[in-house]
């Protein structure tokens, strides 16, 4: 998810820098008034703001990170180059509509719906200010209405649906291995704590081997439903693999993450299946600094207590057979 963003970002530089050396290079090849023309300095100074973004990742990552001070930044470019340029009249004015469709490919509509009243609003001011005609202005401000709405519906559709393929176990509904790393890298670069754990369904191949795995299946699904019952909404519950699961637990800390192992264990046993539940717990950044580290402890500790339910099962039978002579 990490990796996305950033592309995103450096595309989102991309197209913002080809766009505005289009503009410079069409406004200095059919403009013959050149010098001291407020046109030209408001393009080398958006096209100037355009290559350091492109540039400078660190910078980049910063202002995108605060989408509103990018779009304004962008608005307030392209309302000076319109404003200079004739007003609604402007070659330029059709430039109010790219802010709101990278704004429209974003699911949430109020925000969209927000970009696209300053939109509005830049378009009105620069009526008042340039005396533009007001058919301009009405056009202007339905068509950026309809297409930002329109982008943002055809986009939000696919998306509810695609996301739901791409972050959700087709079997049990919980999140993918994928988006629970995909989280993790997200969460460890952000300055809340959090704990991780990974649960170990023991003597789950017996079981599946013994009942078959149409039965296997409907108990994995049976216990993925119990996990979500026992933990907030806000955690984040994934298959990691087989019969094993993880769960995130933001702002959680050691007493509170011994609480929830004791009752998901508990809730998890008492369905009959199984006689122990191996787990294992993490905590950021308490005991580890990285998502690797993170994992492997919280792995350790699984396979530790799995060993220690086997030796106690092995135990258990090797008294039962003494008994029996």
Partial sequence: MLKATKRNQKNLARIRLGTVYIALLLFLAFDDHLQHNPVLIVLLIYALYATILFLITRINTWIMNHSYIAFLMDEILIFFTCYFSGGLASPYIPAFLLPVLVFAINPRILQLALIIFISILGLGILKITTGGNLRAFIYMGFFITISGFFVNYLVSKDYRALSRYAVCDGLTGLFTHKYFYDKLDLM????????????DLDEFKRLNDQY????????????????QLNVRESDIVARYGGDEFAIILP???????Q???DRLRAAIIDLGYFDNVSMGAALFPEEANDVIELVSLADHRMYEEKKGNKKQGHEKAQSVVDLRF
Avoid: N, W
């Fill in 212 to 227: 078959g795995h149409v039965e296997g299946d409907r108990i994995l699904k049976e216990i993925a439903e119990t996990i």
């Fill in 188 to 199: 460890v670069s952000q300055p809340e704590f959090f704990s991780l754990i990974m649960i």
């Fill in 259 to 261: 609480t929830i192992m």
């Fill in 251 to 257: 702002k959680v800390g050691y007493q509170l993450c």
